[in-house]
Antibody, heavy 117, light 107 residues
Framework: QVQLVQSGAEVKKPGASVKVSCKASGYTFTSYGISWVRQAPGQGLEWMGWISAYNGNTNYAQKLQGRVTMTTDTSTSTAYMELRSLRSDDTAVYYC??????????WGQGTLVTVSS | EIVLTQSPATLSLSPGERATLSCRASQSVSSYLAWYQQKPGQAPRLLIYDASNRATGIPARFSGSGSGTDFTLTISSLEPEDFAVYYCQQRSNWQATFGQGTRLEIK
């Protein structure tokens, strides 16, 4: 069965970076892209970007351009999302999801990233 | 950036009733629109993609319609497990956005 398993919760100080992993199983990793979505406490969903697991092409949300980098490691079927220069308003649950933004069918369990001094 | 506006913000209905949720885009998104359901403490669940196609395993009581700028998610007869928050999402020119969500609550 398709599974996306994310890395554990993180606590970071303002200005630091965080890298969240998303290990895929149960399907051919390079056949689907990976989307990243975050959700601040009590708030709605925010799309962060998408990466093709086939060729590494990326599309990032304009508001995160320059601070976010998405990568994949096809040898381990793992996707990564790194966010730099963290601020308190980056505190959120971060999700990876299989597929394009307009139809992500399997989701990871979420990773809570807390940014606090 | 394309803005998606969902209405109503909250919908109060009883089990067995019909639910109609709206999502309006600030400009055309063709049919690149999805609907998700989210329950507290859980990841979103894909219901509808490409505006009107049900995702695998989604019950037939869920249906989507629309194209361009106006979209609708209809739940024909509410089951107790359907009370949740619903989000629409669009993708245009590889920039995606979500609506702010509609909370479907038990009346």
């Amino acid at each position: 069965q398709v599974q996306l398993v994310q890395s554990g919760a993180e606590v970071k100080k303002p200005g630091a970076s965080v890298k969240v992993s998303c290990k895929a199983s149960g399907y051919t990793f390079t056949s689907y892209g990976i989307s990243w979505v975050r959700q601040a406490p009590g708030q709605g969903l925010e799309w962060m970007g998408w990466i093709s697991a086939y060729n590494g092409n990326t599309n990032y949300a304009q508001k995160l351009q320059g601070r976010v980098t998405m990568t994949t490691d096809t040898s381990t079927s793992t996707a990564y999302m790194e966010l730099r220069s963290l601020r308190s308003d980056d505190t959120a649950v971060y999700y990876c999801a299989r597929g394009p933004p307009e139809g992500s069918d399997y989701w990871g369990q979420g990773t809570l990233v807390t940014v606090s001094s | 950036e394309i803005v998606l506006t969902q209405s109503p913000a909250t919908l109060s209905l009883s089990p067995g009733e019909r639910a109609t949720l709206s999502c309006r885009a600030s400009q055309s998104v063709s049919s690149y629109l999805a609907w998700y359901q989210q329950k507290p403490g859980q990841a979103p669940r894909l219901l509808i993609y490409d505006a009107s196609n049900r995702a695998t395993g989604i019950p037939a009581r869920f249906s989507g319609s629309g194209s361009g700028t106006d979209f609708t998610l209809t739940i024909s007869s509410l089951e107790p497990e359907d009370f949740a928050v619903y989000y629409c999402q669009q993708r245009s020119n590889w920039q995606a956005t979500f609506g702010q969500g509609t909370r479907l609550e038990i009346k």
